[in-house]
């Protein structure tokens, strides 16, 4: 039951050597290209070392505690030389070569993986493509039948790079939270994936999430509620920045979210001043949407917005800053326009980019700014017309990659008003089909997104997203003819050897019954 696999370069298919044989060690995202290669197999374990010098040893310490899962024993790290067996870190701007130039904004994180000949080389141009090489070998690993107390990894060279720079997880805590240590496992499960943003959703009418030096009261009086009166809390200041170095080392950029000026309840709770009549409304624990908001002209808007904008830029170095501004139900479209603008106001003069909700393209925005659809059903007229005066556009299809729909209609958590996504759904599709007449060069990732009005846990998280969130991580790491050429059978079988390391790591999962499963 072999095929052949191909490798597309420049459309010209390129033989490997075998199909499904190799693809079952359950790579996935799928990489660019898989060649198995000749010889011994090359065998890891206990005294296998990571070896790297110089800015390469930024990932080593890491990646070895990430390896242990499957080496037994947390590898040491040194400078060299190198050893038989041992998992050599090279930077080196002649990386990914094999692919031809690959886009300026992915070959940082493009990779090659060689193995043979006794070696174990992962070689990249900047330390995001090392990392992803990383997981590569991570996965070749768990996959690899054992050896001398060891592990037998065959002769292989991956040459990889992604299709689009952002890749991410959108997260509501505001509904639910999440306490830290169960965003550290987030993070860590993006990274499997090789997944590179979580966008977390901090704020919404049931609850305020992060803490804010300028205005406490917003977690003060607001952190502690949640949809459903079920407990609340939110994240301190250095439980912000905790997570915040977590995801960077891994290679994770975190993107806050403060939604306005809808879904503005919890602020309006904390800071009656932001009313016209100055009267704070009650907490609010139900799940509808758009009724509450932020006004124009009330005075202490403005300076709510460029004071929240710029503790939480301080607070989160370099990422971009989503503004929201989804679902607003109540408000003339005009006093809309002037609030979007006030919140990308704040956000410039940071100095950052700009992330909103699709609805945000009704307003002049700033050049780069990135706009992420999501309500299909929505006109992309305003969306199209946005990416052509300078706006990225970041794919969140709700009928595909909405994470809190359901799988089936039998299923206990989730929602289902953008019907049902089981994991066959959320898997097939291409980006460039989505939008009528937006050019794909403006499309700078995909993001799968999970709002929290029924998850209480991170196990009721983890089995909306496993599987389905490998379905997403390929989506926009491969290329679809990559993805065509294996099908969704190929897919489901690579994900199966995946699932074994969920299990491993004692992540709930869902058996999703379009799927292979041990
Ligand atoms: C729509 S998507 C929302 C959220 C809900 C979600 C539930 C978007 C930008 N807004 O407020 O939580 O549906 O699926």
Redesign the pocket.
């Given at each position: 039951d072999l095929r052949p696999l191909h490798v597309l370069r420049g459309g010209v298919p390129v033989p490997g050597v075998a199909g499904r044989g190799v693809l079952d060690v359950g790579l996935v995202p799928l990489p660019a290209s898989v060649l198995p290669g000749g010889g011994a197999p090359v065998v890891v374990g206990a005294s296998t070392r990571l070896v790297a010098t110089g800015a390469a040893r930024e990932v080593a310490a890491v990646a070895a505690d990430r390896l242990a899962r499957t080496l037994g024993s947390v590898p040491a790290v040194v400078e060299g030389p190198a050893r038989p067996g041992d998992l050599e870190l090279v930077l080196s701007p002649d990386a990914v070569r094999a692919l031809g130039e690959p886009a300026v904004d992915v070959a940082d994180e493009g990779y090659d993986l060689a193995v043979g000949e006794g070696r174990v080389v992962v070689s990249a141009r900047a330390v995001p493509g090392l990392r992803h090489g990383l997981t590569t070998l991570g996965q070749l690993l768990a996959a690899a039948p054992p050896e001398g107390g060891g592990r037998a990894l065959a002769p292989v060279t991956v040459t990889d790079a992604p299709r689009y720079p952002w890749r991410g997880l959108s997260l509501?805590v505001a509904?639910h939270p999440l306490p830290l240590p169960d965003l550290l496992r987030v993070v860590d499960v993006l990274t499997d994936l090789r997944l590179n943003v979580l966008h977390l959703?901090l704020t919404?009418d049931q609850g305020w999430r992060l803490h804010v030096p300028s205005r406490p009261l917003l977690t003060e009086r607001s952190g502690g509620t949640a949809v459903d009166g079920d407990p609340g809390g939110f994240l301190t200041g250095a439980d912000w920045a905790a997570l915040v170095a977590h995801a960077r080392g891994r290679g994770v950029t975190v993107v806050p979210e403060v939604d306005v000026p809808g879904?503005t309840n919890a602020a309006l709770h904390a800071y009656g001043e932001l009313t016209p009549d100055g009267q704070a409304p009650p907490a609010y624990t139900g799940?509808e949407?758009g009724f509450s908001r932020l006004w124009a002209d009330v005075p202490a808007t403005e300076p709510f917005l460029r004071d929240v904008f710029a503790d939480v830029a301080r607070m989160t170095p370099g990422s971009p800053l989503h503004i929201?501004g989804?679902?607003v139900l109540a408000m003339d479209p005009e006093e809309y326009v002037r609030l979007v603008q006030m919140a990308a106001a704040a956000v410039e003069a940071q100095d950052r980019t700009v992330v909103a909700?699709q609805e945000a393209a009704a307003a002049p925005l700033p050049p780069g700014t990135v706009v992420?659809l999501?309500?299909e059903r929505q006109d992309t007229g305003p969306l199209v017309a946005a990416a052509e005066a300078g706006a990225e556009v970041l794919l969140?299809p709700?009928s595909r990659v909405?994470l809190?729909?359901k799988y089936d209609a039998d299923f206990p958590l989730g929602?289902d008003?953008?019907g049902l996504v089981p994991f066959r759904r959320s898997w097939e599709w291409d980006p460039d089909d989505l939008v009528p007449g937006l050019p794909p060069e403006h499309v700078v990732g995909v993001e799968a997104?999970l709002?929290?009005?029924t998850t209480r846990s991170l196990d009721d998280v983890t089995t909306l997203l496993l599987p389905r969130l490998a379905a997403v991580a390929e989506v926009a790491w491969s290329a679809q003819a990559r993805r065509d050429d294996d099908g969704f059978d190929g897919f489901a079988h690579r994900v199966r050897v995946l699932a074994r390391a969920w299990e491993r790591d004692g992540l709930r999962w869902y058996r999703a019954p379009d799927g292979v499963w041990d």
């Open positions: 509501d509904r959703h919404d879904h799940t949407v929201g989804d679902e909700w992420q999501w309500d969140s709700a909405y809190d729909m929602l008003w953008a997104a709002w929290s009005e």
